[in-house]
Structure formats: structure tokens, C-alpha cells
């Protein structure tokens, strides 16, 4: 899957990497931004694959229930209890603690459409399970993928977004309206 990947991204797509996937770090929570069309999970799987990275997600439990669960867990996937009785944040830094390797990907807008703020639970489960967060960017515009080194939270979560959302400015996802420009 390497060589092809490698092909499909480099090749096929012309897309280039800008910065290092820290393959080195077992743990951390990976936020990819902006997230405007369907088009981001197949890139993502591609990228994976290209960096030879165990990468996952979480979703909610009954998606790893028969027929397809076994589906969800090999492509990288947890259950967690997102019911309103269960608090999400500790129950997906829980997850942190029964894995050797970790590395959860989330998108903080939460959504495809366009937004002007994020959702917090990336920063909080970095909080939670003690591990960094590390900033990737699909630029459709520019037709690479960024990536920053690993970001531990601080106690100043308002500027800890700043720094983040610095990251991404000029950032264009497959549907560029969509892209993610924080409220002024």
C-alpha cells in the first residue's frame, strides 16, 4: 500500500508534504483543518499510508458492533460512549491510556460547512491524556498537506487557538468556501 500510495499522492494527485509526520511520538491528537468536503477521508487514508502511520479516530460504539466493526477497528477506530450521560473528553483520554500507539484525529470544525470557531474537545482531550497536538492542514489550494510539530497545551487555551489558527491561515479546503477563517 506504501508504493502505491506514494504514487497516487505524489504522482497521480501532484501533491507535496510540507513539514514531518512526527512518526516518532506514539501519542498525540492530530487536528486537521479545514474539513469542508468527503474528499478529506480518502486524503487522509492516502497520507497514512504514504507515511506509513497508524493514525485513528473514535466514533460511537455501535458503529463497532457486527456486521461492521471489525471494518472500523482495522482501519484505525475506537469505540467511545458518546451518549448525553457520558462525558466524551474523558472517555477519549481514557483510550489514550489502553493503546501503546494513539495518534486520534480530529477535525475541530465539526462539520464540512463553514465555520468561524472551533470545538474544543481536541484541545481538552490533549489536556486530559497528557499528550501534544499536532496541526495538519489539507491545502487544496496549494495542493499539499502541512504539518506542524508537535503543540503542548498550555494553561492559556485563547492563545494556545491563536497559534493554531495561525497555522492554517490562507488554508483552502476542496471546497474553499467552506474554508476555515476565525471570527475577527
Keep these: ?31 486537521v483543518v479545514p474539513h469542508t468536503s468527503w474528499w478529506d477521508f480518502p486524503l487522509g487514508i492516502i497520507i497514512r499510508n504514504v507515511w506509513k502511520a497508524e493514525i485513528n479516530f473514535v466514533g460511537k460504539k455501535s458503529l463497532f458492533k457486527p456486521p461492521f466493526g471489525w471494518y472500523f477497528r ?21 483510550v489514550f491510556k489502553t493503546r ?6 480530529l477535525a475541530p470544525e465539526g462539520t464540512r460547512k463553514k465555520v468561524s470557531s472551533w470545538k474544543s474537545g481536541f484541545y481538552y482531550i490533549a489536556k486530559k491524556a497528557e499528550v501534544p497536538i499536532v496541526l495538519i492542514a489539507f491545502d487544496f489550494g496549494k495542493k499539499e498537506i502541512k504539518v506542524s ?5 498550555t494553561a492559556d487555551k485563547e492563545a494556545d487557538f491563536k497559534t493554531y489558527e495561525a497555522f492554517f491561515e490562507g488554508v483552502v479546503g476542496k471546497v474553499a468556501e467552506y474554508s476555515y477563517s476565525p471570527a475577527k
Design 1 to 31: 500500500m506504501h508504493t502505491l500510495a506514494k504514487f497516487i499522492y505524489y504522482k497521480l494527485m501532484g501533491w507535496a508534504v510540507n513539514g514531518e509526520f512526527p512518526s516518532y511520538l506514539d501519542k498525540f491528537v492530530i487536528a
Design 149 to 153: 510539530k508537535p503543540r503542548w497545551p
Design 100 to 105: 501503546k500507539v494513539f495518534r486520534l484525529t
Design 74 to 94: 482495522w482501519m484505525g477506530g475506537a469505540p467511545v460512549d458518546r451518549s448525553k450521560k457520558s462525558d466524551t473528553v474523558t472517555a477519549t483520554a481514557e
